[in-house]
């Protein structure tokens, strides 16, 4: 079996007012033990020693101890001694964490440089490791990290604290944290998120890449200057009538108001159902080029999560297939992208019909579909032209949408034009003899 590319352990010493502190000590000691830990972390022998430095003779000559801060830059030796009066006073309150992480030395050398790590494990991972194990405000927490280079593998030691209340205790009250044990799954998480940052520009970015592109070519279906607008497709009769519908429930809702519409400041919930029903029925022709390009979004997709359940087995963390937050985020985005969409144009159409008073019902739009159908489509017959409508729809709603559309198909007028005229004579032949009276 191969290591681990990532280890870490840790240790924690409770605070000297901790309510959970069986074993004293006195406040010397204390400050003792953290001059030693100061002191261990910054020896400048274990310090991995830069090429330029070494060609330019400041090996051993430099003002700079082997300490990273916060910021990702080394600490000089009056910031080393400023730190341990700091620590000792904030030790009187917070517990004190200290820890290791070790890795693979190949690993780290076909990744990436010893001065580029340092500056990434300070500035991107300990942070985001400090939210994820509660703590609320980054600026509330000391913390250093030291690289070492003296032993078989790269590694940090690193320690932190509170300087004030930062941890989010009940009822989201800033405590100090009070257990001190680093759980499981914080753990997993600093591991995974150490690895991932190192990997991410050779592995995740390219992913991200593709997944962007393929988000660029899903949204273009709902740009209304988009050449392919799919909302706007008058001869889908269920569309249509649903688009109206919609509209007609927003303006009702909105009481006049002309503003942009965000999907998810809708509160009610039969406006949203309908939205998300319209959505599905956008998405359910797997024939469709829409259909073909979500599942290439898809895709790309299941690629990014397959990339972090790999981090997982890289460091030795069984876990099963899973969802990445990341891949969560972007369907959650490119879903409120479509909603967004449809909402916004269902109301701008169905309040330009209000305006210019042409809408009067769902029937005249689909009899206005209907006969554009069949100006495409005049070698059809009453059944082909009506089929692709009815065939998908469900069992419920079948004898409701047959019957609206024979109701428009009933009301075209016979001077409309040559057309309807042709269209009526078409629906004349079908019927028997004995319900000519209820022909066009």
């Not at 280079?149 to 941890?167: D, G």
């Not at 919930?269 to 022709?285: G, V």
């Amino acid at each position: 079996m191969t290591s681990p590319k990532v280890i870490y352990t840790c240790k924690f010493n409770l605070a000297l007012n901790s309510p959970d502190r069986f074993v004293t000590y006195n406040k010397v000691t204390a400050e003792n033990n953290i001059n030693a830990m100061f002191n261990y972390f910054s020896n400048v022998k274990k310090r991995a020693i830069n090429m330029f430095d070494y060609f330019e003779g400041k090996i051993n000559k430099t003002e700079k101890a082997n300490l990273i801060l916060e910021n990702g830059k080394y600490a000089t030796t009056e910031d080393i001694a400023t730190r341990k009066k700091q620590y000792s006073k904030y030790f009187e309150k917070s517990n004190l964490w200290l820890g290791i992480i070790s890795f693979d030395n190949k690993f780290i050398e076909e990744s990436i440089e010893l001065k580029e790590l340092e500056k990434l494990m300070s500035t991107k991972v300990m942070p985001d490791f400090l939210k994820y194990c509660g703590f609320k405000d980054i600026n509330k927490m000391s913390y250093q990290l030291a690289l070492h280079t003296n032993t078989k593998h790269y590694h940090f030691h690193f320690s932190f604290i509170e300087t004030e209340p930062n941890y989010i205790g009940a009822k989201n009250r800033l405590i100090y944290r009070r257990y001190g044990k680093i759980s499981k799954d914080e753990m997993k998480y600093l591991k995974t998120r150490t690895l991932h940052m190192i990997s991410c520009h050779k592995e995740f970015t390219p992913l991200v890449i593709e997944t962007n592109k393929k988000i660029d070519e899903l949204k273009k279906y709902f740009k209304p200057t988009e050449r392919n607008f799919i909302l706007r497709n008058v001869d889908d009769l269920i569309l249509e009538e649903n688009i109206l519908t919609l509209g007609k429930m927003l303006d009702e809702k909105r009481q006049g108001k002309d503003t942009r519409i965000k999907f998810n400041s809708i509160n009610e919930s039969e406006i949203k159902k309908l939205t998300k029903n319209i959505k599905n029925y956008l998405f359910k022709d797997k024939n469709s080029s829409l259909y073909k390009t979500e599942d290439e979004f898809k895709k790309s997709l299941s690629h990014i999560n397959d990339y972090f359940y790999s981090l997982n087995e890289d460091n030795h963390i069984k876990k099963k297939k899973f969802k990445s937050d990341y891949s969560i985020s972007k369907e959650d985005y490119i879903d409120n992208y479509i909603f967004n969409a449809i909402v916004n144009h269902a109301a701008y159409k169905y309040c330009t019909l209000k305006k210019n008073k042409s809408y009067v019902n769902e029937n005249d739009i689909i009899q206005e579909a209907i006969l554009k159908m069949y100006k495409k489509n005049k070698k059809q017959s009453k059944y082909d032209l009506l089929v692709n409508y009815l065939s998908n729809i469900n069992q419920k709603n079948q004898f409701k949408n047959r019957y609206k559309i024979e109701q428009s198909i009933k009301n075209i007028n016979y001077e409309m034009d040559e057309a309807v005229a042709e269209f009526s004579k078409l629906f004349k032949e079908d019927y028997s003899d004995h319900r000519k009276e209820d022909t066009i």
